[in-house]
């Protein structure tokens, strides 16, 4: 076996590549070797801030917890996996039966351990010991990098169930990152339409309408939130039924109390400042329900199937991929903003014999995403044109 | 401005520290076409006794109703011959004019009643429009007859009325959608933008004798339901519409800030419900210690330097370390908004009752952290009903919350006494020959 490699926060704006013992899997628990791991908003903030609310790093941490790998050695009781198995990992592992654990919102948990939050270990490293229960075996059809991605898209997963998304709805998404993209995808497979979604970056926002949004909005800082709110309600031909915030600014959150229709509702998935000016008055009249979300719960097995079943792809939001070696770079670019979703490769060897091939893969593929993008922008060009001409 | 009909003499009081105004009305009738038939015209004479500006040879007074029902000629006739009966009104010029003067009595129309109204308790937003001239975006900008929690008699029946006779004791659902649209068709008839609701302008409200309702919205009282009880009806449905938002149920903790009429009511059916312990918090000891004889587990006073933390703090250790799963925020005030968020359980529910300012601080990140859900309330629908059979079923005593009572004459008074918030309930008895509940 290799060093265990991994990178860990020991304070705000300290991350270094540490070399950490290798664990072994204890009872009812497996060691992995970790393949594919993603660099979430988290990861960054706590590097640079050494917070984020209350959960303080006070030692040093390893950070991550968007994660697939193999399973390398198995702890004592576990059935349902063998060494070999590829799998996709919930960081979220509740530490006992609570009363949250009993009517499944385990999310809630108050003593959950959870995977790069102070004081838990995270699994941007070689090798990493998890609870066998809380990894899901992955179908061949399904890549490492997007089981890495089903942390993000679970989020999404769960906001959508917190917000009741149905088909025929009006969706408004507020944000167009990882997050928001996420959304708007599983919106879409939940049949939702047409899907309005702003952000501050034209270049989010161009994704955004590739991957289906109907509408796209560039949002200024000082844009008006009401004003937003009747642009939104004028283009999707009404106001929305659900208005999902993946952005935690006032601004928006402002923005999805005008939008939102009466009786309709507002998820709260972006982690803001811890005080929000919010036009109550407006919510309190229009009876809407402003539901907050925080991670998720039994949605693993949903991803998993979305993916096998190719309903959703998550791979055009895989901007880049670089070694565990160049972990620091490779935090250094998200902070930058310069990149949307960053995969760090953390088996040995791996970047060596893949560097050349996944170069030059990533690039033909990049091609082919582009050309089955623009494609399918036509076509929806195509489809909008005819409603409007038909008077739909 | 000008009448048909047969000549009286009638007074009205404007309040709010104008001047008073005796008012009378002349013996001369419009022409039909006259473009300001269904006008009354008036003589107006101020206190010290001159004559204010004139019209036509008529002085007319600057403050008299002008009503804004313009009525073919029959109609009016028909009115003012049931002009004996003097349609008693409150209503609210502007802001801090309130007044009190007579007002045709109306026929009723398709699938209408004219009732006979008997009692009105007055609320909170009766007094906040009295004092204001608006709420939010609800704004007075001509006179308006106040009062919704109304209870009273079927006089007479419009065409097409099939479930309801003269005679009939009916409690008042003050809003009634104008057209079929999204929210009637599923069933929150509440949320409808172009609602027609009693009090709230341009709509006049109850706060008279006589009163036009759509027939639909006036349901029997059963002979076990007193009309105070009936007028009551109102506030009690906002709870019922708040506790079933909340989804309180058996074994239900509550913490439910504010205790007044509303938060009162919100204990009523909590309890009725099946909540296991309900807590409540209040400024006043006065409502506390009616809210613990009404049934509440555990009280908690609150004063104005009582932080929101410090408010949840307290819940939690009344609770025996626990945290209520639906918190019920009555009072719209922003430090009760905060603590009832810190209050609320992780996965539980906060119902926001109270209308505060526009904006208001929320700690969201927690809303969001600890999956809150935050519900607005607006008015109720589908609850009188079920009020109606709570109360014959005595499931639910709402009695004690009315603690005056005035006749419709002494309406000022009853104002500046829910003004000053000295009692819970204020009742208007607008039925001369029957004053009792």
Redesign the interface.
């Known amino acids: 076996m290799s060093e265990n490699l991994a990178l860990v926060v020991h304070g705000p704006g300290d991350i270094k590549l540490d070399k950490r013992p290798i664990p072994e899997p204890g009872a009812g628990e497996v060691l992995l070797k970790i393949h594919s791991v993603g660099i979430c908003g988290s990861d960054i903030h706590y590097w640079q801030h050494g917070k984020i609310?209350e959960f303080v790093v006070k030692k040093p941490m390893v950070l991550g917890h968007e994660a697939a790998g193999t399973v390398f050695k198995l702890g004592s009781g576990v059935q349902h996996l063998k060494v070999g198995d590829r799998v996709t990992i919930e960081p979220g592992v509740p530490r006992e039966n609570c009363d949250?654990c009993k009517i499944g919102?385990y999310?809630?948990s108050?003593t959950i351990f959870f995977c790069a939050t102070p004081p838990d270990d995270g699994v941007l490293c070689r090798y990493y010991v998890h609870n066998a229960n809380y990894c899901f075996k992955l179908p061949e059809c399904v890549s490492y990098e997007e089981g890495a991605l089903i942390e993000p898209l679970s989020v999404a997963i769960h906001a959508s169930r917190?917000g009741r998304v149905q088909m025929g709805h009006k969706v408004l998404i507020m944000g167009a990152g990882t997050v928001g993209l996420m959304n708007l995808l599983v919106a879409k497979s939940m049949g939702a339409g047409p899907i309005a979604v702003c952000d501050l970056v034209q270049e989010r926002l161009d994704l955004a309408k590739c991957m289906g949004a109907s509408a796209v909005f560039k949002v200024e800082k000082c844009t008006c939130p009401r004003e937003l709110a009747q642009k939104v309600k004028s283009s999707l031909c009404g106001m929305p039924d659900v208005t999902i915030d993946a952005t935690?600014a006032e601004q928006s959150?402002q923005t999805g109390i005008y939008a939102t229709r009466?009786?309709g509702v507002l998820v709260?998935?972006?982690?803001?400042?811890?005080?929000?000016?919010?036009?109550?008055?407006?919510?309190?009249?229009?009876?809407?329900?402003?539901?907050?979300?925080?991670r998720y719960c039994n949605t693993w097995p949903t991803a998993i199937n979305m993916l096998a079943s190719k309903k959703i792809d998550v791979k055009p939001l895989i901007t880049h991929r670089m070694p565990l070696e160049q972990a620091i770079e490779a935090f250094e670019l998200v902070k930058k903003g310069a990149a949307l979703k960053v995969i760090v490769l953390c088996e040995e060897q791996q970047h060596q014999q893949q560097q050349g091939q996944q170069q030059s893969k990533t690039l033909e593929q990049c091609q082919q995403q582009c050309q089955q993008l623009l494609q399918q922008c036509q076509q929806q060009c195509q489809q909008l044109k005819d409603q409007c001409s038909t008077g739909r | 401005m000008c009448v048909g009909g047969v000549a009286e003499t009638f007074w009205s009081l404007p309040f709010g520290g104008k001047s008073t105004f005796l008012v009378r009305a002349t013996q001369d009738l419009p022409a039909r076409g006259c473009p300001t038939s269904g006008l009354r015209r008036v003589q107006a004479f101020r206190r010290s006794g001159s004559p204010t500006r004139s019209c036509g040879g008529f002085p007319v007074a600057v403050a008299a109703a002008a009503t804004s029902q313009v009525q073919p000629r029959a109609q009016w006739t028909t009115g003012l011959k049931m002009a004996q009966h003097e349609n008693l009104s409150v209503v609210l010029y502007e802001k801090n004019d309130l007044r009190l003067e007579k007002r045709p009595i109306l026929e009723p129309g398709p699938n209408e009643v004219l009732l006979k109204m008997h009692s009105v308790g007055i609320c909170g937003s009766d007094v906040h429009f009295w004092q204001n001239g608006r709420i939010g975006d609800f704004i007075l900008r001509k006179p308006m007859v106040l009062g919704h929690e109304a209870s009273g008699t079927v006089f007479k029946v419009g065409s097409g009325v099939q479930h309801l006779k003269p005679g009939d004791r009916v409690a008042i659902e003050p809003g009634v959608p104008r057209e079929d649209d999204e929210h009637c068709r599923t069933g929150r008839y509440n949320l409808s933008p172009s609602i027609f609701f009693s009090a709230t302008p341009p709509d006049d409200g109850q706060l008279c004798q006589y009163n036009l309702h759509n027939a639909n919205f006036c349901y029997k009282l059963p002979e076990s339901v007193s009309f105070e009880e009936g007028a009551l009806i109102e506030p009690l449905s906002v709870a019922i519409h708040t506790c079933r938002r909340g989804g309180v149920t058996i074994g239900s903790k509550v913490f439910i800030l504010g205790a007044g009429t509303i938060g009162l009511v919100n204990l009523l059916v909590c309890k009725a419900m099946g909540a296991a312990q309900v807590l409540i918090c209040d400024l006043s000891l006065n409502r506390l210690k009616k809210a613990k004889q009404m049934g509440a587990n555990f009280t908690i006073a609150v004063d104005k330097n009582t932080s929101a933390k410090e408010l949840s703090q307290k819940v939690k250790e009344a609770l025996g370390g626990t945290m209520p799963d639906i918190s019920i925020e009555c009072t719209g005030a922003e430090l009760c908004i905060q603590a009832g968020i810190h209050a609320t359980k992780s996965g539980g529910v906060i119902v926001m009752v109270g209308l505060g300012k526009p904006f208001a601080n929320i700690p969201m990140l927690e809303v969001g952290i600890r999956e809150i859900d935050i519900r607005g309330v607006f008015r109720y629908c589908n609850t009188w009903p079920v009020a109606i059979d709570m109360l014959a079923s005595k499931s639910i005593d709402v009695k004690s919350l009315v603690t005056h009572r005035f006749p419709l004459e002494e309406a000022l008074k009853a104002f500046e006494t829910t003004k000053e918030g000295v009692g819970i309930k204020v009742m208007l008895k607008c039925d001369s020959s029957d004053q009792n509940p």
């Open positions: 609310g949250y919102r999310n809630l108050p917190r935690g959150i009466p009786g709260l998935i972006g982690m803001g400042p811890s005080s929000t000016n919010a036009p109550l008055l407006t919510a309190i009249t229009r009876e809407l329900d402003i539901r907050g979300v925080f």
